[in-house]
């Protein structure tokens, strides 16, 4: 019976299909039809995720599904000069591409000095003017055969971030991506796509930024595919801070090369959903990964963190920390799924996953999985769940702390210790900054908000 409902859906997102083809329709960009059609079916073929499929169990997305989004695209474009400012102060606008509603924003946007060789642009423009190195890569990590709504972005995707660093190259200030979404009176929907694809023994710092400003229900849809070729050093931050009426699904598909070097810390602050889709393969001998998360969310926010960690040569490690406080009546949901292939000996995989319960109604699912084909090998895992400690919180009033004070010192020290592993000052300090304004006086995000 749900079959009607699913070709339905799909009409609609084959006219917006159609409506990009002629858009964009260029010699250069020919090549692009046969990947997006074969897309779109393979979304029209899975249709929407359910809580019937494994990987969805805890995150019903059917107001997603439900909902008639048009393109964002249409939206007036307008925020306050103020907000940007903010987001790229202290050094964070050196390098800053910015896309609102889903549309590059030239005017907004400054490349800096980069080294010779780099490319940072929006990757509609890359499409034609590097379109072969582009077309070598784009579509081939993220696995959109079998994931529908990587499937959807690699139809409808109309922009986005491209960033190319060649073979031994250093780019020693960030580069910074900020996504806009400014609402509209009707729902609408946007599909980032971005590639980021750092040469060997390359370095660069990649921030990713999420933000939700005005009111309405809007979808952004994401997709990243980052590599990093052999020896390369690459650290990526993921910043989610939508509106709360905005839904944020996404997914990061990292491959690593020989000996290569990749550092993600996904950071989730606000959100009505918010699906972080994590997933990163170790495609060289001896490729290091960590992955970090920080989540803090109050209120009715839904925050899933879906990691799948494959370990496809030997000599690889990797490294996942989640951390989550949750209050009022949100809900965390953590699943770390760590996949060691036959012949990947050596490898060693560690998971932990920690939460922090502020309110009673409060929820937390987490579900750490290995799956281990090789006898060589380290791998642990493990998950916590509980509240503020009420010895530590007597610790601190015996010391002549107020409750509030104690109990926001306490909340605070939970999570810092991931926050001290931003490795970019001004970033780090956004981050802190966020926390205290939500903390402050000691104050739990259920009675800060």
């Not at 549309?103 to 890359?126: K, N």
């Not at 190195?133 to 959109?144: C, F, I, Q, T």
């Not at 550092?263 to 960590?290: K, P, Q």
């Not at 949100?330 to 922090?356: H, W």
Request: contains cysteine; glycine residues 8%; proline residues 3%.
């Amino acid at each position: 019976m749900e079959m009607p409902e699913v070709l339905e859906e799909s009409n609609v997102y084959l006219a917006e299909l159609e409506r990009i083809e002629r858009e964009a329709a260029s010699p250069q960009r020919s090549w692009l039809a046969p990947l997006r059609r074969a897309a779109l079916t393979c979304f029209e073929e899975l249709g929407f995720p359910t809580i019937r499929d494994e990987e969805w169990r805890f995150t019903n997305i059917a107001p997603i599904a439900s909902t008639p989004f048009a393109p964002a695209r249409a939206c007036k474009a307008s925020f306050d000069g103020a907000t940007l400012a903010r987001l790229c102060a202290d050094g964070l606008g050196y390098c800053s591409l910015v896309f609102v509603n889903g549309l590059f924003d030239a005017a907004r946007s400054r490349t800096g000095d980069l080294p010779a060789g780099t490319v940072v642009c929006s990757l509609a423009e890359a499409v034609g003017t590097k379109r072969e190195l582009v077309r070598e890569h784009l579509g081939h990590y993220a696995a959109y055969k079998e994931q529908a709504l990587t499937a959807l972005n690699t139809a409808l995707w109309e922009d986005g971030a491209f960033i190319y660093v060649p073979r031994g190259t250093v780019v020693t200030m960030p580069i910074h991506l900020v996504f806009v979404s400014t609402g509209s009176e009707e729902p609408v929907m946007a599909h980032p796509r971005n590639l980021v694809l750092a040469g060997a023994t390359a370095e660069v710092t990649v921030i990713e930024r999420y933000v939700g400003l005005g009111r309405g229900t809007y979808w952004t849809n994401g997709v990243t595919e980052l590599v990093a070729e052999d020896g390369a050093n690459v650290d990526h931050y993921k910043v989610v801070e939508e509106a709360d009426d905005g839904y944020h699904t996404a997914t990061t598909q990292i491959w690593q090369g020989r000996s290569s070097q990749l550092r993600s810390h996904t950071i989730t602050l606000d959100g009505a959903l918010v699906r972080n889709d994590l997933n990163a393969v170790l495609g060289g001998e001896g490729a290091d990964c960590i992955l970090n998360g920080s989540y803090m969310v109050s209120g009715a926010t839904h925050v899933d963190n879906h990691l799948r960690v494959e370990h496809a040569q030997a000599h690889c490690n990797s490294w996942e920390y989640f951390k989550g406080i949750l209050d009022g009546a949100a809900k965390g949901v953590f699943t770390g799924r760590i996949i060691v292939r036959k012949g990947a000996q050596k490898t060693d995989a560690k998971q932990t996953n920690m939460s922090l319960l502020l309110s009673p109604t409060a929820q937390v699912e987490s579900k750490p999985q290995l799956e281990i084909f090789a006898d060589d090998v380290k791998c642990t895992h493990g998950a916590t769940i509980g509240q503020v400690s009420d010895e530590a919180l007597f610790y601190l009033r015996t010391r002549g702390m107020d409750e509030k004070a104690a109990r926001g010192l306490l909340v605070y020290a939970f999570v810092a210790e991931n926050i001290e592993k931003i490795r970019v000052p001004a970033l780090r300090r956004q981050i802190e900054a966020w926390m205290q304004a939500r903390l402050g006086g000691g104050l739990t995000f259920k009675e800060a908000v």
